[in-house]
């Protein structure tokens, strides 16, 4: 049995291809069937995300394999060899359970150390789990990594450090304000980014989020889906002051908040604090803002020089990352090397079990019929040791007659003998 990992992601491929390669939900469990119709095929999963597309299976090898399995993935998305093949990289026991383990835990991300892709895994696994199309070494590889990915994020700093405007905004509002909990949010615009700062805060058990939009039918799934108020931009004057934290990102050509709208928020705050990020380009917050006590501003310049000191830390903790996956990588397997012993074994001992059960049932019978005990104890002593000698004897002359000096060492090795 061998494990193997197929696939193309953002480093090997573009988008245009990467998109075409991608496996649906809707179509996944008839992948995953005729996946496992393929010959020596014995389990399989499939992890199908934006940046990347992998088969990962247990298979029994042979020389054409790589072949027929490339043929396969690209019959299916009805491509030809020549577009998907240079960018395909293939990877085999243990690189293929290196990469599982570094996919996993992020360090094959587009951005390193995203979290996101551990869950991405999972779901994976558990697709491939419902359809009965995971063997159990294919199932052990699974549950390790997510194993080795919890280890990552528990003893590196991986996933500590913010890496996207989304989370450094909320990361700078973390380390401004002691807690989130019981302040007041204002985010302005609904689109990608805001998705993904609410997101983030309601994590954080932020309990009071405005969400302020040009259009209110926009702004009310995100305030569904996050328990937020929503509001139109020109209520922004009258409701800023209700906030502690700003966070903006809109396409607006002009700024939407402007000095004298914080000045007089400040004023109705009683100069309590106020925290304004601006992540919008064009700004949406008018730089003099800066420029007022107890105001804090904030712009996407200063997100991306946390995000790049940040992403140096990353890099930093990889390292560390990258010496636990080749430690776990190397003991699953030691493991899977072992389990390829187990039915010699089970089949070694079922034979010594039938010598002793042949030679002790000879034994009691000639005791009932009368022989000397001592003498029948004597024989089955004897017959015993020669039956179960037989066939290491054997091997160890064999070896000894061709010069094989390394087999002769594992056989004494393995006969327990001491080295004269």
Not at 56 to 65: A, D, F, H, P, R
Not at 242 to 247: G, K, T
Request: charged share 25%; with cysteine; net charge negative.
């Amino acid at each position: 049995m061998t494990l193997l990992a197929l696939g193309i992601n953002h480093k090997t491929a573009p988008v245009s291809l990467r998109e075409r390669v991608t496996f649906s939900p809707d179509t996944l469990d008839e992948a995953l069937n005729s996946l496992l119709r393929q010959p020596l095929v014995q389990g399989g999963v499939v992890l199908s995300t934006c940046n990347r597309t992998e088969l990962y299976l247990s298979v029994e090898e042979q020389e054409n394999l790589k072949e027929q399995l490339v043929a396969w993935l690209c019959d299916y998305h009805q491509l030809s060899e020549d577009e998907v093949r240079q960018s395909l990289y293939w990877h085999h026991d243990n690189e293929a359970v290196s990469h599982l383990m570094r996919v996993a835990s992020g360090l094959d991300s587009l951005v390193l150390g995203e979290p996101q892709i551990l869950g991405q895994v999972k779901k994976a696994f558990a697709e491939s789990q419902r359809g009965h199309s995971v063997s159990g070494e294919l199932e052990r590889l699974f549950q390790k990594s997510f194993s080795v990915a919890k280890r990552v994020r528990t003893e590196t700093d991986i996933g500590a450090s913010a890496v996207s405007v989304a989370f450094a905004a909320c990361t700078l509002a973390r380390q401004i304000f002691e807690s989130l909990a019981d302040l007041n949010v204002l985010l302005v615009g609904a689109g990608e980014t805001i998705e993904l700062v609410a997101r983030h805060l309601r994590e954080h058990r932020v309990k009071h989020m405005m969400i302020a939009n040009r259009t209110r039918e926009r702004a009310q799934a995100l305030a569904d889906e996050v328990g937020a108020e929503v509001i139109t931009l020109p209520e922004i004057d009258a409701r800023l002051a209700d906030a502690d934290i700003i966070i903006s990102s809109t396409a607006s050509p002009l700024p939407i908040i402007g000095k004298g709208m914080v000045e007089r928020a400040l004023k109705a705050r009683r100069n309590q604090p106020m925290l304004l990020v601006d992540i919008a380009v064009p700004r949406d917050i008018e730089p003099e803002v800066g420029k007022l006590s107890n105001a804090y501003l904030y712009s996407v310049d200063d997100l991306h020089s946390i995000i790049q000191n940040n992403l140096a830390q990353r890099k930093a903790a990889a390292i560390q990352a990258e010496t636990i996956v080749a430690q776990e990588s190397t003991n699953f397997m030691a493991w899977l090397r072992s389990q390829g012993a187990v039915e010699m074994i089970r089949d070694y001992r079922a034979h010594a079990d039938s010598v002793r059960n042949e030679m002790e049932a000879r034994a009691l019978a000639a005791i009932a019929q009368g022989a000397d005990v001592q003498a029948v104890i004597h024989e089955l002593a004897h017959k015993l040791t020669n039956r179960l000698i037989h066939a290491p004897t054997k091997s160890l002359q064999q070896a000894a007659q061709s010069g094989d000096v390394e087999r002769l060492q594992i056989l004494r090795d393995s006969l327990g003998l001491e080295k004269p």
